[in-house]
């Protein structure tokens, strides 16, 4: 029966950010939505533990959420960063502009973006949202779910005609497409884990550091950074390794915590009361890359967001990129149209991979330039170069940072090839430069020049 199939809904597993998001998106194009998450309403279970968690939102989040005319309720509750603010062990500041003027990425409570996101799915007739529903097994050929009630333990099963696996990087819906033939699956740890610290607000609410700015504490082999709130608090995040001389395993005491504390991150220190009983109550959480493929099943089931791509968080594009999936798949439905799933599928893994592949890599490369090279004048001065570059060549040098979080036009693989390309030619240029003056002397200026054409000629 036609009719019934038109109007029975899409499935979307797990109400995170990008299933709400994603919900957003098909009901507007028409479909009614289920969608089945794991956990309770988080409006009404409360934050897990008190904690809450932020996010860096940056373009391509935000086209993700424009195409759904959702930004002005998040622009509220989002804070700019305009730069990077470095905290040396002495406590001395260096800053880094993350674009050009006025250019930002915003610092949102990932529990204030989740709960606006389901308010605004919940608003729609058309869409339903069952919580505390967890999918234990799925019949792919069948096209049945096996759901469990988490509260009562009873078990039951539903069919669908086409399902959205947007269940984490833990995704359950690909647990089933990878016990399949010919199905990929990788996932690699790193040998750190993170712990989620609070950096305390002032009196009356002020913010103890720069407000409009993404903090870090890079200290070689590891990290710490903090994005602002709205009520004054910083969420700090120590990323650290889990053995070692100087690990998680060896940090024992409240007194070895705040004692290491105290001596790498001395202006810190003192605005994290609760350091010692945060440190030991809060989990470490570990740091995954989970590649797959494919991910769709027949033109039934397609994976999307952290399902089909985890990555570490070192360049804040998880959300982002999954964000961007949606925007994607809505493209290709507009094109392709409603009538042939299996076209865009396919097209959506082929455009999408490539690209989500080259952003895992960004992210690993990431980890090293916060932990360790923002903390090298050197590489301080080679960025400033970059940015002269880039003034005195406008749209020929973008810089890969800026290519990565503020130009969505630009998909995740050509950026990070681009910026291997500008990579290979700063190796070339800073032998001859030794402070920002140097940049205009003429040697410098005439290898900038062969470099730029050597580059378009290729
Ligand atoms: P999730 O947010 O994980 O949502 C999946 C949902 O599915 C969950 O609600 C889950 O309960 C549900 N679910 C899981 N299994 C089942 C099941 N069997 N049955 C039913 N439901 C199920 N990204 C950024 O863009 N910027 C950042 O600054 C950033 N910082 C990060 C910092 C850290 C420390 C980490 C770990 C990640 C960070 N990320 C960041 C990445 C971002 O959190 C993820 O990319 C994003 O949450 C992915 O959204 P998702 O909806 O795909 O998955």
């Given amino acids: 029966d036609a009719t019934a199939a038109t109007t029975e809904p899409l499935v979307i597993m797990g109400a995170g950010l990008v299933g709400s998001l994603l919900s957003l998106y098909l009901v507007r194009r028409g479909h009614p939505v289920h969608l089945y998450e794991r956990l309770a309403d988080p409006r009404r279970a409360g934050l897990l533990e008190g904690r809450s968690i932020n996010l860096a939102l940056s373009d391509r989040g935000w086209r993700g959420l424009a195409g759904v005319g959702v930004t002005d309720d998040i622009q509220k509750v989002g804070i700019p960063m305009y730069r990077r603010v ?11 502009p993350y674009g050009q003027e006025g250019q ?13 996101l389901l308010d605004l799915v919940e608003a729609k007739p058309e869409a339903q949202i069952t919580f505390g529903q967890k999918l234990t097994q799925l019949d792919l050929p069948g096209r049945r779910l096996h759901l469990r009630d988490v509260a009562s333990g009873q078990e039951y099963d539903v069919g669908y005609q086409r399902l959205f696996g947007v269940d984490g990087a833990f995704s359950a819906v690909r647990g089933a497409m990878q016990r399949l033939d010919r199905a990929d699956y990788s ?3 790193l040998e750190y884990g993170y712990k989620e610290l609070t950096i305390v607000a002032g009196p009356g609410g002020a913010w103890q550091l720069e407000k409009n700015a993404l903090h870090i504490w890079p200290r070689g082999n590891y990290l710490m950074i903090a994005l602002p709130n709205l009520d004054g608090s910083f969420n700090a995040t120590l990323f650290f390794p889990y053995e070692g001389p100087l690990s998680f395993e060896s940090l024992r005491t409240p007194d070895e915590v705040e004692h290491f504390f105290a001596d790498v991150f001395p202006d810190a220190a003192p605005l994290m009361p ?23 099943y027949q033109d039934t089931v397609l994976l999307l967001g952290d399902a089909a791509h985890a990555i570490v968080p070192f360049y804040g594009q998880g959300m982002n990129a999954g964000f961007e999936d949606c925007t994607v798949l809505d493209r290709l439905l507009n094109e ?9 599928m396919d097209e959506f893994e082929r455009l999408r991979k490539p690209n989500t592949d080259a952003m895992a890599e960004l992210a690993l490369y990431n980890f090293v330039e916060m932990r360790d090279r923002v903390a090298d004048p050197r590489f301080l001065l080679q960025k400033r170069i970059e940015s002269k570059i880039a003034a005195q060549y406008p749209g020929r040098w973008v810089p890969l940072y800026s290519r990565v979080t503020f130009s969505p036009d630009t998909p995740y693989a050509e950026a ?16 001859h430069i030794q402070a920002e003056a140097d940049y205009e002397k003429p040697e410098v200026q ?12 290729q």
């Fill in 86 to 96: 470095m905290h040396d062990q002495q406590g001395q500041l260096t800053q880094q």
């Fill in 104 to 116: 930002a990425i915003f610092s949102v409570s990932r529990d204030s973006l989740n709960r606006t």
């Fill in 187 to 189: 996932q690699q740890y």
């Fill in 274 to 296: 609760n350091l010692d009983t945060e440190f030991f109550a809060h989990p470490t959480g570990s740091l995954v890359t989970i590649r797959c493929w494919p991910w769709s």
């Fill in 336 to 344: 392709i149209g409603e009538t042939d799933w299996t076209r865009v």
């Fill in 416 to 431: 990070w090839a681009a910026g291997q390309r500008q990579e290979a030619i700063m190796a070339q240029l800073m032998p």
């Fill in 446 to 457: 005439a290898l900038v020049k062969e470099q730029l054409a050597e580059g378009d000629a």
